[in-house]
């Protein structure tokens, strides 16, 4: 007749399993916060497939979004690494995946916008990846300020030199009186 006559259930505690899957999206919110502050991404590739998965930090150093990562490594060098280096990028990606080894490398990116960035990257293969078959896993750490500080600071050095050479002067720095470290200009050492 369509009527109800008996009704069933079950009950089952997930405490654990709720209180496992807020650990591990505090945990994600923790490692994405982390590679934001350190300007660094993540991914991973699995050579069978060609799948390869990006943080969402790895999506901002790069320029792109989720729905428009190239679809393959050759598709990635050609529209986002820097002509002058694909060459060297390509070396290093075909080293790592016919000897399994980690590499490490810099190279420069031109994202989408056009904007030039100097990448810092690492990959390592990893066994029993994904359904137990090897996994690349890599990083990438956007480093441009850092590069630009140290032609900066080479390029102060190198013309304090020249003009302590220019003055033909004798120079001399104690950074700090209660220590023992001095520095003596060469022009100083002729003087003498």
């Known amino acids: ?9 079950t009950l089952q505690d997930v405490t654990a399993r709720v209180a496992m899957e807020r650990a591990l999206v505090e945990h994600r ?5 982390a590679q934001q502050l350190a300007n660094l991404g993540s991914w991973s590739f699995d050579p069978a497939t060609g799948a390869t998965v990006w943080s969402e930090q790895m999506t901002k150093i790069f320029g792109v979004g ?18 002058d ?26 994202r989408p916008e056009g904007d030039q960035r100097v990448v810092r ?6 066994a029993d990846g994904i359904e137990g078959r090897y996994t690349m896993i890599g990083t990438c750490q956007d480093v441009t300020e850092a590069r630009a500080a140290e032609i900066a600071l080479r390029e102060s050095e190198e013309r304090f030199h020249l003009a302590a050479r220019g003055a033909n ?11 023992d470290e001095l520095w003596l200009s060469t022009r100083y050492f002729e003087l003498l």
């Open 66 to 83: 989720v729905e428009s990562l190239p679809p393959s490594v050759e598709d990635f060098v050609g529209k986002l690494v820097h002509p």
């Open 169 to 179: 002067d004798g120079i001399w720095d104690w950074p700090d009186v209660n220590g």
């Open 29 to 33: 919110n923790s490692l994405a916060k």
């Open 85 to 110: 280096d694909r060459a060297g990028f390509i070396a290093g990606w075909a080293r790592a995946l016919s000897e399994r080894v980690a590499v490490a490398s810099e190279y420069r990116i031109i």
């Open 121 to 126: 990257a690492q990959c390592e293969f990893i």
């Open 1 to 9: 007749s369509g009527e109800v006559a008996r009704v069933f259930s």
